[in-house]
């Protein structure tokens, strides 16, 4: 029963969770390119404080590879914690919820 429950929740809060997935990556893809730009700067910095090329590439380099690693997998996050609201944490309020959000789908002005 709680399965079928947290299919209709998805179902209904699709619009929600998308927009919120987009929203949400946004931010963290700026998060990862100022976290990017930084150590690129504090790379610089090193150059003139006599730390050598290839450490500095490195630690660009690593900088880059593990914010794609940390990026990517999250484009999944708030997907999961609806399902799990819906399915596994609060079931009977993902209904309640789900019901809001098929009023204010029938209300929502529609040109």
């Known amino acids: 029963m709680f399965l079928i429950?947290?299919?209709i929740w998805i179902l209904i809060s699709f619009?929600?969770?998308?927009?919120?997935?987009?929203?949400?990556l946004l931010l963290v893809g700026?998060?990862?390119i100022l976290k990017i730009i930084f150590t690129c700067l504090l790379s610089i910095i090193g150059l003139f404080n006599g730390q050598?090329?290839?450490?500095?590439?490195y630690k660009i380099g690593s900088s880059i590879l593990g914010s794609l690693v940390d990026f990517f997998p999250r484009y999944n996050d708030l997907?999961?914690?609806f399902w799990e609201f819906g399915r596994y944490n609060h079931p009977?309020?993902?209904?309640?919820?789900?019901?809001?959000l098929l009023f204010i789908y029938s209300v929502w002005p529609s040109d």
């Open 5 to 7: 429950i947290g299919i």
């Open 15 to 24: 619009p929600v969770w998308l927009i919120g997935t987009i929203i949400y």
């Open 30 to 32: 700026v998060f990862h």
């Open 52 to 57: 050598s090329l290839e450490n500095q590439l």
């Open 79 to 81: 997907f999961n914690y």
């Open 92 to 100: 009977y309020w993902a209904i309640v919820c789900s019901i809001i």
